[in-house]
């Protein structure tokens, strides 16, 4: 078990960058590989981007492939999303998420969450 906090969230306009950190707390991350999903106005939970415990294997969904960027610090205990190119579909919360070894795209598999932090693109 591990307590995760997202950070780095808020308001900007379309075609700034933000980026989102994923702290845990109360156990190392080391050993999870980690996930980021996002829940817009009216919408299901998606996946965005994954990366492993070891920071060698990512994946991104689509929608997001070649302006978002996900890294780690084993040793810093964090994670990081980097949104460069934001639209205004990109409006949502976003959730980290952690599981052991082996990241997936779909949430329920992950034991983890935190509680999300909010991001806002104006046109």
């Known amino acids: 078990q591990v307590d995760l906090v997202e950070s780095g969230g808020g308001l900007v306009q379309s075609g700034n960058s933000l980026r989102l950190s994923c702290a845990a707390s109360g156990g190392t991350l080391s050993t999870y590989a980690v996930a980021w999903f996002r829940q817009g106005p009216g919408k299901e939970r998606e996946f965005v981007a994954a990366?492993?415990?070891?920071?060698?294997?990512?994946r991104y969904a689509d929608s997001v492939e070649g302006r978002f960027t996900i890294s780690r610090d084993n040793v810093k205990n964090t994670v990081w999303l980097q949104m460069d190119s934001l639209k205004p579909e990109d409006t949502a919360d976003y959730y980290c998420?952690?599981?052991?070894?082996?990241?997936?795209?779909?949430?329920?598999?992950?034991?983890?969450w935190g509680q999300g932090t909010q991001v806002t693109v104006s046109s």
């Open positions: 990366i492993n415990w070891r920071g060698t294997s990512t």
């Open positions: 998420a952690a599981r052991p070894t082996v990241f997936s795209t779909t949430p329920t598999l992950y034991p983890n």
